[in-house]
């Protein structure tokens, strides 16, 4: 479940970027470095457990790179899926808020309605540090 | 080292170091070699004088600094920017958060229309280019304070793009060498502010209050064409001053709704420019310039000491006035920027293009807008100027002032006196009054009405120059009582019975005898006025 959800924002991404440096070099065949990973990992805190989720990224890139046969010189880029719609301008009244008790509740820990977190970021460890997923 | 002292001038874009010998007052006689060299390559605009160079310098090293700004500026709106929760300095933590602003799954953002607008005002005043079509972006990066993991943005394309803002900077010890510099607005983009984290250093933790996430800010952002700390202060209080007279935001850095981030680098003109650090914690106007300027020296001093500058984020430290790096920033950060699904793109029309039997709440309309702009900071300044026949430099201080130009009006409305005099005795009296104990004008003692009296007195010769100084003092530290109760207590008036004030001189020069011919004519003299 979770890796068709990292595949469809991955694509979005991936096909954001088509247009800067790109991390996949074409030339190659589609390889995805461990180097990359550990990047993506860091960034998006997305765990690739597995050699298996690394190749089904690879095979992910491969198909939304097909879109490169099409030759769009002249197309305006799509902005997105709802770029023809109306953006709704809502009036500037106070409608929300005021809901702190129920929202705390989600909350592991609350000090005196604060939420409460970690001090800092708490980095990814780093590639070696990890367990090293299991090669299939 | 101890007794030199190291001195930096801003001289338009160029920063030289200059030496001058903190126990010797007469340290000005090393200047000569290098003053004549400046006024060989030097413009025409007065420039800060320079003092001396150090001999042991090898050649000399010029070095120019590059300033660049990213203000974020709190919009001034009742709710926020894509909820509708409200916007509020201080309320008890996390009472002020929708659903939306928790980042709870299933709800999407609304665009609050008075941002749009906001933005659109400050565009125009800023004289930029407003973009019919701008789009909505995600920034994504990791914090507490942002429970979303990302920002919603302008990055593509934002909402203005190509404006300038002129500001004033002082180029000389005299208040009336101030030269006008433009700085040129890269671009103007909405964006959301994240929540606030209290830091709990002791027990390891940190508060987070969601209160502000989500609150439209306006990041405006500033071309480095500044060369140091003055010309960044002024730029930012010009921009204070604009948003404050639009009303687009009440831009009060102490409350945080005007943050100031600073890019900084430094080179040797002709050359590339150099690395950039950047410093962000800037929450005062004072504070601003001193970083700024701490900065440009600390990289001047790493690189002519064979170190390198690195691409990193700094902090300022108030109490230490340094800089240092700030902790959690590791490398560059990706922030994976993409479009934000959930919101097409913003559409805005002017009165050429506005569509037919649009239902006026949805659509804006630049043309609308830019007949409605209040009137500028600038433009005031003009008017005051003209009306009241005063020097550029003092509309420059009445405005400066909170409340101060206010305050003036306020006097010219219920005086004769003329405006020459009022000008003067506001912005050197009253404020030099205010200046010493430390006060705003909104803490004065002396009300308008008071010193428009005052100076009503003054103007119909009732009271003299220095009796009018001492009731000023006088209503300073009393409550309560008007100039004239003052005058008349005090026995301040001037003697207005010509006969009185004859008997006066004869009672005067027959006490003296000895007094010559001259001494009696003056007494006479004196008398007649």
Redesign the interface.
């Known amino acids: 479940m979770w890796a068709r959800a990292v595949k469809l924002g991955l694509r979005s991404w991936v096909g954001w970027r088509r247009g800067f440096t790109s991390k996949v070099d074409p030339q190659r065949s589609g390889r995805v470095t461990a180097e990359v990973i550990e990047h993506m990992e860091r960034l998006a805190l997305v765990d690739f457990g597995s050699q298996e989720a690394v190749a089904r990224l690879e095979k992910a890139i491969a198909f939304a790179d097909r879109l490169r046969a099409v030759d769009t010189d002249g197309v305006e880029p799509m902005e997105s899926v709802l770029e023809d719609r109306c953006l709704y301008l809502r009036s500037d009244n106070v409608v929300e808020g005021n809901c702190a008790e129920e929202l705390l509740q989600n909350a592991h820990r609350v000090v005196e309605e604060y939420f409460v977190a970690p001090p800092g970021n708490i980095s990814l460890p780093k590639q070696d540090e990890q367990e090293p997923f299991s090669h299939i | 080292m101890a007794a030199l002292m190291l001195r930096w001038s801003c001289l338009g874009k160029r920063w030289v170091l200059a030496c001058i010998d903190g126990g010797s007052r007469h340290g000005r006689g090393a200047a000569i070699g290098l003053t004549s060299r400046r006024k060989r390559g030097q413009s025409s605009v007065a420039q800060q004088p320079l003092i001396a160079v150090q001999k042991s310098r090898k050649g000399e090293h010029e070095w120019a600094a590059v300033v660049g700004l990213e203000i974020h500026a709190q919009i001034s ?3 926020k920017l894509f ?4 916007v509020h300095f201080a309320a ?9 602003d ?1 980042s ?1 799954p299933g709800t999407l953002p ?7 607008e906001a933005a659109v005002m400050t565009g125009l005043a800023l004289n930029c280019r407003i973009n019919k079509k701008s ?1 909505f972006d995600r920034k ?1 990066y ?3 304070d942002l429970p979303a993991g990302y920002q919603i943005t302008q990055q593509r394309l934002p909402i203005a793009v190509n404006g300038s803002l002129a500001y004033s900077v002082s180029v000389g010890k005299k208040p009336s060498q101030v030269s006008t510099r433009t700085v040129r607005i890269k671009q103007i983009q909405l964006e959301q502010d994240s929540g606030k ?5 002791p027990r ?7 209160n502000r996430a989500g609150v439209g800010l306006l990041e405006v952002v500033l071309e480095p064409d500044m060369s140091c700390g003055e010309e960044a202060a002024s730029a930012v209080r010009e921009l204070q001053l604009i948003l404050q007279a639009l009303g687009t935001s009440q831009a009060n850095m102490a409350e945080g709704q005007l943050r100031v981030d600073a890019n900084i680098s430094v080179h040797h003109p002709g050359e590339p420019l150099g690395v950039r650090t950047e410093v962000k914690n800037l929450n005062s106007a004072r504070f601003l310039a001193k970083a700024i300027d701490f900065e440009i020296k600390r990289q001047i001093h790493e690189l002519e000491n064979g170190r390198k500058i690195l691409n990193e984020t700094r902090s300022f430290d108030d109490k230490l006035g340094c800089t240092m790096p700030m ?2 920033k ?1 490398g560059k950060q ?1 922030y ?12 805005l029309y002017d009165t050429a293009s506005l569509p037919p039997g649009a239902d006026p ?2 659509v ?1 309309n630049i043309d609308w807008i830019r007949e409605r702009l209040p009137e500028l900071p600038g433009k005031t300044r003009e008017k005051l100027i003209q009306q009241y026949g005063m020097l550029p430099e003092h509309s420059f201080t009445l405005l400066n002032e909170v409340g101060l130009l206010e305050f003036f009006q306020n006097v010219i409305k219920e005086t004769r006196a003329e405006p020459k005099k009022v000008t003067s005795w506001v912005l050197n009296i009253f404020l030099g009054f205010l200046k010493q104990q430390n006060l705003a004008v909104n803490e004065s003692p002396v009300t308008p009405s008071a010193l428009a009296e005052l100076l009503n007195l003054l103007d119909r010769k009732a009271i003299s120059s220095s009796a009018a100084r001492q009731v000023f003092e006088e209503l300073w530290q009393s409550k309560g009582k008007t100039p004239s109760q003052i005058v008349s207590e005090k026995k301040l008036e001037l003697m207005q019975d010509q006969e009185a004030l004859e008997r006066v001189c004869h009672t005067v020069m027959e006490g003296h005898p000895q007094v010559g011919v001259e001494g009696r004519r003056k007494a006479m003299h004196f008398s007649a006025c």
């Open positions: 709106s009742n709710s909820s509708g929760s409200q008890p933590p996390n009472s002020l958060v929708s659903f939306f928790a709870l609304v665009l609050n229309r008075r941002c749009v789009l994504h990791f914090y507490a984290s209290l830091h709990d250093e390891s933790q940190t508060l987070i209050d969601l902790r959690d590791e990706d994976r920027f993409m479009p934000e699904p959930n919101l097409p793109p913003l559409l709440q949805q804006i």
